[in-house]
C-alpha cells in the first residue's frame, strides 16, 4: 500500500502565494509521473498539472504563468508552487501519483486525501 500524504494548504487572499507539498511513502519500487489535480464544489476534478521522473512538466491552461510544478525524486516528494492566486482557484487540491511494485509490471495510482485552498478576501 502506498500512501500519499499532503500539505500546505489553507487560507489566502487574492494575488498571494500557497506552496502544496506531498510526499510518497510505503511499498512501491518506483515512482513515475506525480500531479496535482483539484476540485471545486460542483465541479469535476481537473488536472492542474504534472511532472514526469525527468522533470518535464505539464499544465492546465488556466494555471500557466502562476503554478510551478517540482519534485524531489529523492524524497519521492512533489511540490506546487502556487502565485497570484484567484478567486476561482479555490478548491480540494489532490496529489497524485503512478507507481510500480518490485517484480510488477503493473504501473498504480495513489491519490492523497486533499488539501483545500481557499482564496478569499
Known amino acids: 500500500q502506498v500512501q500519499l500524504v499532503e500539505s500546505g494548504g489553507g487560507l489566502v487572499q487574492p494575488g498571494g502565494s500557497l506552496r502544496l507539498s506531498c510526499t510518497a511513502s510505503?511499498?512501491?519500487?518506483?515512482?513515475?509521473?506525480m500531479g496535482w489535480y483539484r476540485q471545486a464544489p460542483g465541479k469535476e476534478r481537473e488536472l492542474v498539472a504534472t511532472?514526469?521522473?525527468?522533470?518535464?512538466?505539464n499544465y492546465a491552461d488556466s494555471v500557466k504563468g502562476r503554478f510551478t510544478i517540482s519534485r524531489d525524486n529523492a524524497k519521492n516528494t512533489v511540490y506546487l508552487q502556487m502565485n497570484s492566486l484567484k478567486l476561482e482557484d479555490t478548491a480540494v487540491y489532490y496529489c497524485?501519483?503512478?507507481?510500480?511494485?518490485?517484480?510488477?509490471?503493473?504501473?498504480?495510482?495513489?491519490w492523497g486525501q486533499g488539501t483545500q485552498v481557499t482564496v478569499s478576501s
Open positions: 497524485n501519483a503512478g507507481y510500480q511494485r518490485l517484480l510488477d509490471p503493473r504501473v498504480y495510482t495513489g
Open positions: 511532472i514526469t521522473t525527468g522533470g518535464t512538466t
Open positions: 510505503g511499498s512501491m519500487f518506483s515512482i513515475n509521473a
